[in-house]
């Protein structure tokens, strides 16, 4: 199979400008977008624009609706647009321009690189007409080297191995695009050689490994990212693994995944108390979600930790050294400090969006919060300026709150969560609704009152809905010395709470943990994405649990056990029913550290002008396709346009939205695909 075969299209320059819309000179064959196509663009022909109206559809597109097989090599369809049984010029497009071009003479040519369907359009003077093309794919390598004769016996299958079973990645798991491939991992004996077979709608892959001790593969960057780009939103990729040891077959064991129609967004910043690359010690580090690393960058060291972030990315506030007195940092400027706080109160604060201000975290007679040494002492919360470090005046709040712990603002600002300690003594969590002109507090709820834990680490989902939080068996609402906890979840309007089972790992009264009792119990500190993608929301959070076969420890208070997961959750979820999918291992922290709460924020945004993918880089919320100064065809942070916003761009209603009449909601200022349950 050839992938990557970027160049040999021909002489269409309908081609070449049509890979441009969404692609770049490196890459002509885009990310796939939700649907494989530029979803609301001006040319997509299921939002036409309003010019369009008066146009009839009396063009017949023939052949209708053909279905084109590939081996990963380019495959060809010839359109014609018909009028009363006589052929046309027309104007033709496509909307999924990963799975191919159409040129001006109708021509469709299939990249080889994606399966999938698309809209193949027509238009001229006398109307409009449409039909669509499917490409199957179905493509083998064999990277291992391993001969005919052991694929064949692969193939064939076996139960030589009771112990073989999947370890990591979790069955039923859903996995984004954009990222990396997960390592398959494995209990039972040592591989000679591995068998994946993974099977979709419309793309079938085989793939031929060689074995490893411990067991565990993974595919290449572009097959996996052909393979999960060839996936529909309900459509699930069915993955079976066989193996051969020592001449006798084993397999295949099946897992199904999910494939949300997207890509994660934006940075996690996270602690970590024991990083070689700070120095091995205390240090905030980040992980791109937008850029395919297997490590990560070390932002601040020297014992910097218990940070926050603020949901637009510009600012960082933590503690500085573990000394009494934090800091706040301009992450806009190459993480340029900007004010230092009073005696450590900037420590788990909550950033406002727009950083421009955080609400602080108390501390308690004693030692909290933990692992802060110099924070003895009884200091309630307050309202700061995060550029000058002063106090801000806050009504409704100032002597009516004392103790706020672990505080965090909505991604719209609107409100704010809280451990309401002045009431429930480290039980109960409260929300209040915030006004950011006048920084007033009002309509202070109790949302949770556990009794039997302590709940802490509150965060909203993006459209403000219902908090996730988790449930600790220690008053200190830490993740070591023994602490247990899980995530759960609280609708809002109903105070109905959830427990994310599987998040957590459980299946019923079971955990489908590989390693049982040991693996339960173990999810802490959850932060959010602050907007949908793919049709889901996305959930990070620390846990204790082993990875796979990589890090296996017979303790979970090993600090290598101390890892970050990310869940899906389902958009509009119903209280009482749980929303959770099994969670996944975030690529690119560092694997020898002990790593925990990750803050999830977008990146700074781009002024207009600027190069970018989608409206939400964009600080007036748009990105459309344009003509640039050297003619070539890309895509900038532009100002609001004329008529309806795409998939991540700037929203105030649903209405606002392209694919309002097919679903799309507007989550957080930004339109987001439908559910996909």
């Known amino acids: 199979m050839r992938l990557g075969w970027m160049l040999g299209l021909g002489g269409t320059v309908t081609a070449a400008v ?52 590939s081996n990963g090599m380019p495959v060809t369809q010839q359109f014609t647009a018909l009028a009363n049984g006589n052929p046309m010029q027309a104007n033709w497009s496509i909307d999924n321009v ?91 004996g040592v591989p000679d050689a591995v068998y994946v077979h993974a099977v979709a709608s419309n793309i079938t892959y085989d793939g031929f490994y060689k074995g490893s001790n411990p067991s565990q593969l993974q595919m290449s960057a572009q097959t996996w990212k052909t393979v999960t780009g060839s996936v529909g939103s309900a459509d699930p990729l069915k993955v079976q693994i066989t193996k051969i040891s020592g001449g006798q077959v084993t397999g295949p064991i099946n897992e199904t995944w999910t494939v949300a129609q997207g890509s994660l967004k934006g940075t996690v910043y996270y602690n970590s108390y024991s990083s070689p690359l700070a120095g091995n010690t205390g240090a905030v580090l980040k992980v791109a979600m937008t850029k395919q690393v297997t490590q990560p960058t070390v932002l601040l060291a020297n014992c910097n930790t218990c940070h926050a972030v603020s949901a637009n990315g510009n600012v960082l506030a933590d503690s500085t050294g573990h000394n ?92 704010v969560a809280f451990n309401h300690y002045d009431t429930g003594s480290g039980h109960t969590l409260a929300t209040m609704d915030f006004d950011v002109k006048t920084k007033t507090f009002t309509n202070l709820l109790d949302v949770v ?98 990875y ?25 979820p119903t209280p009482g029913k749980d929303p959770s999918h099994p969670a996944f291992y975030l690529t690119g922290q560092e694997l020898a550290a002990g790593n925990m709460r990750g803050f999830w924020a977008l990146d700074p945004c781009k002024q207009n002008g600027t190069s970018c993918d989608s409206g939400d880089e964009c600080c007036g919320g748009f990105c459309r396709q344009v003509t640039e100064t050297d003619g070539a065809i890309g895509r900038q942070c532009v100002p609001p346009p004329m008529g309806c916003a795409q998939e991540f761009e700037k929203c105030t209603t649903q209405g606002d939205c392209c694919g309002a009449s097919q679903g799309y909601l507007c989550i957080n200022g930004h339109c987001a695909l439908p559910p996909v349950n």
């Open 98 to 188: 990963t799975l191919g071009v159409v040129d001006a003479t109708g021509l469709f040519t299939a990249s080889g690189l994606y399966g999938g369907l698309s809209n193949v359009s027509a238009t001229n003077s006398t109307g409009t007409g449409s039909t669509t093309v499917t490409v199957q794919l179905a493509f083998s390598e064999n990277p291992g080297n391993i001969d005919a004769g052991t694929q064949a016996k692969l193939k064939a299958g076996g139960n030589a191995d009771g112990a073989f079973k999947w370890l990591y990645p979790y069955d039923k798991t859903v996995f984004p695009r954009g990222l990396l491939a997960p390592t398959l991992q494995f209990a039972g």
């Open 449 to 546: 009152n556990d009794q039997a834990h302590y709940v802490g680490w509150p965060a909203f989902l993006p459209d403000s809905s219902s908090v996730i939080y988790h449930t600790d068996d220690r008053s200190d609402y830490a993740t070591w010395q023994g602490a247990h906890a899980d995530l759960v979840m609280v609708d809002l309007a109903s105070k109905k709470q959830t427990s994310l089972d599987l998040l957590n790992g459980m299946l019923g009264n079971n955990t489908y943990l590989p390693y049982g009792a040991a693996e339960q119990n173990l999810n802490f500190e959850p932060t959010v994405l602050p907007e949908a993608v793919g049709g889901y929301f996305w959930i990070l959070f620390t846990s204790r649990r082993d």
């Open 548 to 572: 796979g076969n990589t890090i296996v420890t017979n303790s979970p208070q090993d600090q290598a056990r101390k890892k970050l997961w990310v869940a899906a959750i389902d958009l509009k």
């Open 324 to 415: 009494p007195g934090d800091a706040t940092w301009d992450l806009t400027q190459n993480t340029k400090q900007m004010a230092s706080g009073p005696d450590g109160q900037f420590s788990f604060a909550a950033l406002y969006p727009d950083g421009a201000f955080l609400l602080s975290c108390a501390t308690l007679p004693g030692n909290w919060p933990p692992n802060i040494p110099g924070m003895q002492g009884d200091v309630n919360s307050a309202l700061f300026d995060t550029k000058t470090g002063a106090k801000i005046a806050a009504p409704g709040f100032d002597g009516k709150i004392k103790k706020a712990l672990m505080p965090i603002f909505a991604p719209d600002g609107t409100k």
């Open 18 to 69: 049509v890979f441009a819309a969404c692609g770049n000179a490196d890459n002509p064959f885009p990310d796939p977008t939700p649907d494989g196509g530029v979803i609301g663009d001006e040319t997509d022909p299921k939002f036409p624009d309003s010019s369009n109206g008066d146009a009839q559809t009396v063009l017949q597109i023939t052949p209708p609706n053909p279905v084109l097989m």
